[in-house]
């Protein structure tokens, strides 16, 4: 069996840019791009950029540029430089020992000598279906990526922990007026997190309050429909987008037992990409509930291959690699 010396997992920027610079340092780079996976997490090909129509604050496009596409110019990049793409999961991992095992969705187990994972991280969302119909026109998860498409809009943020608060404070920048509808009657947030959303003039918060639906007029937002988590009454809210801030779920299940994992669920880091098991890397949205850009999700997966790099040029000194090429 061939020894592989860098497997990526994932393909959004944290993984591509990992293949671009591993393949630029001849490592010859597998990566496995995503889908489902038995555990039940979806490891989107491409990650969630996938479902950004616009990315405008990504360096080297003044114009901006689609999810899809950037994604895209990662990918042909990286395979300029040698990298191997293949449309797989990694369905199960057995890194007890040297080298590193991984069992294909299809069943082959490989072996390597590092292991990049940038499975990322999805966002929850309500689950009804109008989420879906307008996702990227009115609906999101990021206000970070998408607040500026919303200026002097009346916008919905969803949610009542930290992220939400965070979220309702900076779409102020832009809209018009900030809603935060609440399923309970005082929010999860830390207080002083909670005390800036409720003082803040640009921001009005309905407590006991359940999106029912996202309404529109088929193009895009036009309002949502509310209903009392106490009388089960319904009232519609006029608003130009709604914003999802009720957590992310980490790609990290296919790891449980074999890496240390945060209470959060993401991967903990040992350094700057080193994971608790030698030889296995982390980088973007899997290891990262803060930033969450493409920016730094790239970042963390230029690090990551360079740690990766680091541990084989170690390897291949001391001739650990020695009788598995």
């Known amino acids: 069996m061939a020894l592989h010396k860098v497997v990526i ?3 959004g920027p944290a993984g591509q840019t990992a ?3 591993t393949g630029r340092a001849r490592l010859a780079p597998v990566v496995f791009e995503g889908g489902f996976l038995s555990s039940g997490d979806l490891m989107t090909s491409g990650g969630q950029l996938m479902i950004t129509s616009e990315v405008e604050n990504f360096p080297g496009f003044p114009e901006g540029v689609t999810g899809p596409e950037l994604v895209e110019r990662c990918r042909e990049q990286a395979k300029r430089f040698g990298a191997d793409h293949r449309e797989d999961v990694i369905d199960e991992v057995d ?5 590193l095992r991984l069992r294909t969705g299809g069943g082959e187990w490989i072996e390597a000598a590092t292991v990049i994972i940038a499975t990322g991280a999805n966002a929850r969302w309500l689950g009804i279906p109008s989420e879906q119909t307008y996702m990227n026109r009115g609906v999101s998860a990021c206000a970070t990526c998408d607040g500026a498409f919303y200026k002097d809009v009346h916008v919905v943020v969803v949610g009542g922990g930290d992220s939400a608060m965070e979220e309702a404070t ?3 920048r832009y809209a018009s007026h900030v809603t935060v509808v609440h399923r309970r009657d005082s929010f999860r947030a830390s207080k002083i997190m909670a005390e800036r959303v409720q003082k803040h003039p640009k921001i009005s918060v309905r407590y006991n309050a359940a999106v029912d639906e996202i309404l529109g007029d088929g193009r895009k937002v036009t309002s949502v429909r509310l209903q009392s988590t106490v009388d089960g009454s319904m009232d519609e809210m006029a608003c130009g987008a709604v914003f999802m801030a009720i957590g992310h779920s980490p790609n990290t299940q296919v790891f449980r037992n074999h890496l ?12 700057w990409t080193q994971t608790s098991v030698p030889g296995v890397f982390a980088a973007g949205d899997v290891a990262d509930s803060r930033y969450r850009q493409a920016i730094s999700a790239a970042g963390m997966g230029c690090m990551a291959a360079i740690d990766a790099e680091k541990l084989v040029e170690e390897y291949e000194a001391t001739g650990r690699l020695h009788g598995h090429a």
């Open 9 to 11: 997992i994932g393909s």
């Open 19 to 21: 293949a671009i610079y």
């Open 95 to 99: 890194l007890g020992g040297f080298p």
């Open 170 to 172: 900076f779409l102020t």
């Open 260 to 271: 240390e994992l945060r209470p959060d669920g993401y991967i903990a880091l040992k350094g």
